[in-house]
């Protein structure tokens, strides 16, 4: 078969246009907003020359600071139960097949489906209704509730990409379930248990909505702090803030490439 | 028999914490909601745990005159149809321009495919508030379009398009434009080229093999497309409120105030159903035409 790619009977007219500008698109505010990180003005948007000073303001900004320690807290916490949850779930999943197994995998996934305002007014209205104080903790609660899909799926694609027959082997070779599941089972499916971890880390790290709603008034997260600093309008700081979030973005992003490979 | 007995009860074991965490703090929340959604709001601003009353959702169209009688108010079911027709709006967006781009991506050699992936999800992993906050920048009175405009001469004045239901669309579609891009480049990525070639050999010009053989393979990556857009943007909490400005409201909005200023759980509890079943209506009618079973991985 020839290579599509070369193909000239492939070439449909308007698609590299197209693909262009969506490209130009999707990276012009990102450039603007990178560039405009750097700008010396007190003005956001007039440029006047080139400064790295409002780094140093962002960083020495002690809200600011503790706001990123509380957010690191919840996602660490919140990607360690999820994962291990989601790590379970999804050996007792595999290749399996018994009734309510499409409930339960509906179940699972009901995070990604129920809007995310929707979860954040459920979870409130239930914290409120327990009596339970809104803090740290019930951050902690909900994110560890949403990352759970997010650190399964990846779990779940690698489990069902293995070879059965490796176990199969093992145990044929007289290792015992332990045995197999350390010495074969596990190997396997770091890349997926490491690229769900990930993947939940970053979803705790950037939410907003659901902990706009359940965090109390001591438990500001960098997004919560962010939003108010917008509220109040733009400022350089603010776009100090966003471009070095979209730096940590970037190196994920590129970490997460690296880990891909490794799957290969 | 023991054997399978013991593996049952172990794969139970390992299912178990997932379906007891998700249930009691997702699931048991979602009906709390639901029995909450019919209540009396309490005196002071809570709820009255011992009622049961449809008011709330009469409040989504009507409300009590002095007389107690029920007017009509179409307020809120403007706010509604504004959000399902931006959902719509913005899922069309996505799919014209994105349709054409993952095309494109997936006539590419292999080595630039994968760094056209890497760049579309680039912007996919960055915070929602950085990516809403670059379009203030972009859209603000003398913001960088107006500058660039009124540089060119093109315009003597700004154009005061921030806080207006066009900016939320602009928004909307770049937030979620990786959303449609990604399934239908994996839908088109595994597509057997030579069933084009053979169109060809059966006398179609390009545009007929386009849309006689291309699309239709394209079609379970475009419905997965569209229901990853749509769905979110139905509830879209961040951009109208960034971009909007607290002029052009949408149903997330309007949820947000009733926990806000005004305190009014038992209305915002309805609008979170009447929200969360438009979802499951879409969904439902997704899975019923493109997928047997919900949720299989």
């Not at chain 1, 007792?92 to 699972?108: E, T």
């Not at chain 2, 409201?249 to 609008?271: E, K, V, Y």
Request: hydrophobic share 55%.
């Amino acid at each position: 078969m020839t290579d599509p790619a070369k193909n000239p009977l492939f070439r449909f007219p308007g698609l590299k246009p197209a693909a262009w500008f969506f490209f130009l698109f999707l990276y012009a505010p990102i450039v603007v907003l990178l560039a405009l990180a750097f700008n010396d003005n007190q003005q956001a948007t007039i440029w006047t020359g080139f400064s790295t000073r409002w780094f140093g303001i962002v960083l020495n900004n002690d809200d600011l600071v503790r706001a990123f320690k509380n957010s690191i807290t919840v996602a660490t916490t919140a990607t360690l139960a999820a994962t291990l949850i989601a790590t379970l779930a999804a050996l007792g999943m595999n290749r399996a097949r018994f009734p309510g197994q499409d409930g339960i995998n509906a179940l699972i996934s009901l995070p990604l489906i129920v809007p995310e305002i929707v979860t954040a007014v459920a979870t409130l209205l239930f914290f409120i209704m327990l009596g339970f104080p809104l803090g740290l903790s019930t951050v902690i609660l909900a994110h560890t509730v949403f990352c759970i899909p997010f650190a399964y799926l990846p779990i779940r694609a690698r489990l069902e990409g293995m070879d059965p027959r490796l176990e199969e082997a093992a145990q044929d070779l007289y290792a015992d379930r332990r045995r197999t599941f350390l010495r074969v089972v596990l190997p396997q499916l770091w890349p997926g248990i490491i690229s769900g971890a990930m993947l939940a880390f970053i979803i705790s790290l950037d939410d907003f909505v659901i902990t706009y709603f359940v965090a109390g008034a001591g438990a500001t997260t960098l997004p919560i702090y962010i939003f108010g600093m917008i509220r109040i309008g733009i400022s350089p700081e603010v776009n100090a803030v966003s471009a070095l979030m979209l730096a940590v973005s970037i190196l994920f992003v590129a970490a997460s490439w690296l880990v891909g490979r490794i799957r290969r | 028999m023991a054997r399978q007995t013991g593996e049952s009860g172990r794969r139970a074991l390992l299912i178990a914490p997932s379906v007891l965490v998700i249930g009691f703090f997702m699931l048991v929340p979602v009906f709390i909601m639901a029995a909450i959604s019919f209540m009396e709001r309490g005196s002071g601003g809570g709820v009255n745990w011992n009622s049961f009353t449809t008011e709330p959702y009469l409040q989504f169209l009507f409300e009590r005159d002095l007389d107690d009688s029920l007017l009509l108010n179409t307020d809120y079911l403007q706010i509604f149809f504004r959000s399902i027709w931006l959902a719509v709006l913005t899922t069309l967006l996505t799919l014209a321009v994105g349709l054409p781009t993952a095309l494109y991506m997936a006539l590419q050699p292999e080595r630039r495919r994968n760094l056209l992936i890497f760049l579309v999800t680039i912007p996919f992993w960055t915070n929602l508030l950085v990516r809403n906050y670059a379009w203030i920048l972009l859209l603000r009175n003398n913001g960088l379009i107006d500058q660039v405009l009124i540089g060119l001469g093109l315009r003597s004045e700004p154009m005061g398009v921030l806080y207006s239901t066009f900016s939320i669309a602009v928004g909307l579609t770049y937030t979620f434009m990786p959303f449609m891009v990604l399934p239908v480049y994996a839908s088109l990525e595994k597509m057997d080229w030579r069933l084009v070639e053979a169109a060809y050999d059966l006398g179609a010009n390009r545009w007929r093999a386009l849309r006689r053989v291309v699309l239709p393979l394209a079609m379970p990556g475009i419905a997965a497309g569209c229901i990853l857009v749509f769905i979110p943007c139905l509830g879209a909490f961040v951009t109208p409120e960034l971009l909007g400005g607290g002029k052009s409201l949408m149903i997330g909005n309007l949820i947000q105030s009733q926990f806000g200023a005004a305190r009014n759980w038992p209305f915002g509890a309805a609008l979170s159903m009447a929200l969360l079943v438009s979802v499951l209506l879409a969904m439902m009618l997704y899975l019923w035409r493109y997928r047997r079973a919900p949720g299989g991985a």
